[in-house]
């Protein structure tokens, strides 16, 4: 169990994917008192990460939060990177997680795009700090192969989305002048920017936060009746 390392992997040093494998088992066997100081690591390093950005990010810094010597963080994590990776991860798979049972409920297009945002907000509310990072890092992180896995979710966000508002104006449910793809771009951006201002246990409920946004998006484009 190493006590000094370099916070900055290189290629070599990476885990390959059999390895983050057996270390997942074996997080998974450790005690709960164990798993639970794993999970505040985690939280503490989802947070520094979002204020102060993951290029300036040491480990040392995300152990001084976390209360630990530099050197006892790497009996829970091998890095940073893979510190991250877990993070991101973890907000992916609770996503998609909720975004499946919406989009397999077999809903109309506005009951699926009303799910969709209101699932994104408690998404947010969960892991308000993973989103932050997400938006601001993923860009330049998905060059590298450990991070590939973030392209592939956002294309699968992309086609989720962009299906739900085709079918809505095929189906008439939508104005059939509607720039689909601009759509898009509005709803997924002005959806997720609530993280850089959204705290949990505010004065609104992630679901209350949808059917407020809601209200004022679907009032642009649903059908005047």
Do not use: C
């Amino acid at each position: 169990m190493p006590t000094k390392k370099n916070p900055q992997v290189t290629a070599a040093e990476r885990p390959t994917a059999a390895e983050r494998a057996t270390s997942a088992a074996r997080s998974a066997e450790r005690p709960a008192p164990a798993r639970d100081r794993r999970r505040e690591i985690l939280d503490t390093a989802a947070e520094v990460f979002a204020e102060q950005g993951y290029n300036a990010t040491t480990v040392r810094k995300i152990a001084d939060h976390a209360g630990l010597l530099a050197g006892s963080l790497y009996y829970h994590f091998d890095s940073k990177e893979s510190m991250l990776e877990e993070i991101l991860r973890t907000f992916l798979d609770e996503l998609w997680g909720g975004y499946d049972t919406v989009l397999a409920a077999g809903l109309g297009p506005r009951p699926t795009l009303e799910a969709l945002v209101t699932e994104s907000f408690r998404e947010i509310d969960r892991h308000r700090a993973a989103v932050a990072i997400f938006q601001k890092e993923s860009r330049h992180l998905v060059a590298q192969d450990r991070f590939e896995f973030l392209a592939a979710s956002q294309r699968k966000f992309e086609t989720a989305w962009l299906s739900t508002l085709e079918r809505g104006v095929a189906d008439g449910v939508f104005r059939t002048d509607l720039d689909v793809r601009l759509t898009y771009r509005f709803v997924r951006d002005t959806v997720w920017v609530a993280a850089s201002w959204y705290r949990p246990g505010g004065q609104h409920s992630p679901e209350e936060i949808a059917r407020q946004y809601l209200s004022m998006v679907l009032d642009g484009i649903a059908v005047r009746i």
